[in-house]
T-cell receptor, first 112, second 113 residues
Framework: QKEVEQNSGPLSVPEGAIASLNCTYS??????FFWYRQYSGKSPELIMS????GDKEDGRFTAQLNKASQYVSLLIRDSQPSDSATYLC????????????FGKGNQVVVIP | DGGITQSPKYLFRKEGQNVTLSCEQN?????MYWYRQDPGQGLRLIYY???????QKGDIAEGYSVSREKKESFPLTVTSAQKNPTAFYLC????????????FGPGTRLTVL
């Protein structure tokens, strides 16, 4: 089982709609979870971090965490063309070495 | 400006050559990381360092080497032993206390000719 899985293919959403991205992880001891946005040819930039079960909102972004189900999600409300990018889910692994494990990413395309 | 710099932005290497990618940070971060990203793939950890003069192998360390002689610098050497080095290389850093966030440099795109 991969440490972090993002299985959905490219996601096309109309402008103004909600984009929903999902991520599962295998390390039950993980306590820190992150969503990064990566534009084509650029480096990842952090958009959300979440540490507790439930929802965390920041502007148009909402991260949801369910540790019992080992599931993290990201919602993008009122999607804009500038949201077109690849979104990477990252999980800090337990074990004290401060390593992050990354999923392969989900590409989001917002259609004007 | 505080941040992470990587140089060069683009690098071309002939087969059999060693090349060194630079990573410098002025954020006073303790830990530094090197990742490799291939098209359509997530980030894979090559090496990381949590303290000066110490570093650990990541998941794909074969064919790579690093040094951490200064807190702000963590250069990566891609050796001729790395059979498929063409990729996008990303350096990152973070504090080990306080903010639990890893920040990335702009990346170096390495192409083997």
């Amino acid at each position: 089982q991969k440490e972090v899985e993002q299985n959905s293919g490219p996601l096309s959403v109309p402008e103004g709609a909600i984009a929903s991205l999902n991520c599962t992880y295998s390390d039950r001891g993980s306590q820190s979870f992150f969503w990064y946005r990566q534009y084509s040819g650029k480096s990842p930039e952090l958009i959300m971090s979440i540490y507790s079960n439930g929802d965390k909102e920041d502007g148009r972004f909402t991260a949801q965490l369910n540790k019992a189900s080992q599931y993290v999600s990201l919602l993008i409300r009122d999607s804009q063309p500038s949201d077109s990018a690849t979104y990477l889910c990252a999980v800090r692994l337990s074990g004290g070495n401060n390593r992050l494990a990354f999923g392969k990413g989900n590409q989001v395309v917002v259609i004007p | 400006d505080g941040g992470i710099t990587q140089s060069p932005k683009y690098l071309f290497r002939k087969e059999g050559q060693n090349v060194t990618l630079s990573c410098e940070q002025n954020l006073n971060h303790d830990a530094m990381y090197w990742y490799r990203q291939d098209p359509g793939q997530g980030l894979r950890l090559i090496y990381y360092s949590q303290i000066v003069n110490d570093f650990q192998k990541g998941d794909i360390a074969e064919g790579y080497s690093v040094s951490r002689e200064k807190k702000e610098s963590f250069p990566l050497t891609v050796t001729s032993a790395q059979k498929n080095p063409t990729a996008f290389y990303l350096c990152a850093s973070r504090e080990l206390s306080g903010e639990d966030t890893q920040y990335f440099g702009p990346g170096t795109r390495l192409t083997v000719l």
